[in-house]
């Protein structure tokens, strides 16, 4: 297989640095643009040495700010283009909501433009946000989702999914090679501690010996993706044929009580941590699970990995950066 020159935007980030590890792994070259808003120099630290990786700190909102010349970083050329550069977990994507939305909007747009201009095929990381608080269960592609606009979680949701709309106007007004990827909550090692999530959070309290927070009655249900799992599937959609631009949902379909998470957690971690309820935030979604039938028949992709050994390689993970 030919090297190829590939930009990650959102590099410096929980998913976006195992991306990069992956490429890099793979023989290709990876430039990396990250504003490190909600990521960290340490998830790329062990990458910034070699010669087939850089890492530029760039905000996606501003690509196109007069003196910066990219082609210099790659010769002139990009063969593919990953957008991730988002935040990604509701603490952090409501803390600066205005941001969220021109990530996801103009940085968009800005990381299309540089895909037209170099001929170069672009993967979007949207979300299984773009559902809302589904009225279908489990939620295929087909399904339009049900989503407040006015919310305190719209700028997440609607930004991606005015992101996934202006994906395709680029493909249908230049012909350009577009892939959507409707991405589940997925964990793993290097998620960051303090963002708000509700693996890491459990993880967290449990190692600190502190209570862990379920919000509502913890019936609520979430399907947790491995991150290992997450990064074949986004290499094998961007691979995937040309027709093939999605939207397609990567996930684990198995479907778990935020509850049942939390006494999983305890047990691996043998943690004796109580479990504290506290009420629901607004706009929480009841259900969560991915239908995955079109992945499977069209990538020829399945989760591999368990929630069982997901969960104990990220406690590994937490341990060593936590106590
Ligand atoms: N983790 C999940 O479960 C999940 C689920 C659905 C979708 N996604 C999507 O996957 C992508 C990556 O998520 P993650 O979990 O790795 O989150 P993350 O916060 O760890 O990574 C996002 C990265 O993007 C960078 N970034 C944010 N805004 C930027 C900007 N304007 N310019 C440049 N860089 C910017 C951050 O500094 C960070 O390094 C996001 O687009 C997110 O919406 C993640």
Known sequence: ???????????????????????????????????????????????????????????????????????????????????????????????????????????TVNLLELARRHRAKFLLASTSEVYGDPLVHPQTETYWGNVNPVGIRSCYDESKRAGETVCMDYHRTYGMIVKIVRIFNTYGPRMDKNDGRVVSNFITQALMKRPLTVYGRGKQTRSFQYIADLIIGLVKMMASSKSFIGPVNLGNPKEFTIKELALKVLELTGSKSKIVYKPLPPDDPQQRRPDIALAEKTLHWRPQVSLHTGLKRTIEYFKITLL
């Open 1 to 107: 297989m030919e090297p190829k020159k590939i930009l990650v935007a959102g590099g410096a980030g929980f998913i976006g640095s195992h991306l990069c590890d992956y490429l890099i792994g793979q023989g290709h070259g990876v430039v990396c643009i990250d504003n490190l808003s909600t990521g960290r120099k340490e998830n790329i630290q062990h990458l910034l040495k070699h010669r087939n990786f850089k890492f530029i700190e760039m905000d996606v909102v501003h690509l196109h700010r007069p003196g910066v010349n990219f082609s210099k970083f790659w010769g002139g050329r990009v063969d593919e283009i990953y957008h991730l550069a988002s935040p990604a977990s509701p603490p952090q994507y409501q803390k600066n909501p205005i941001g969220t939305w021109q990530a996801n909007t103009i940085g």
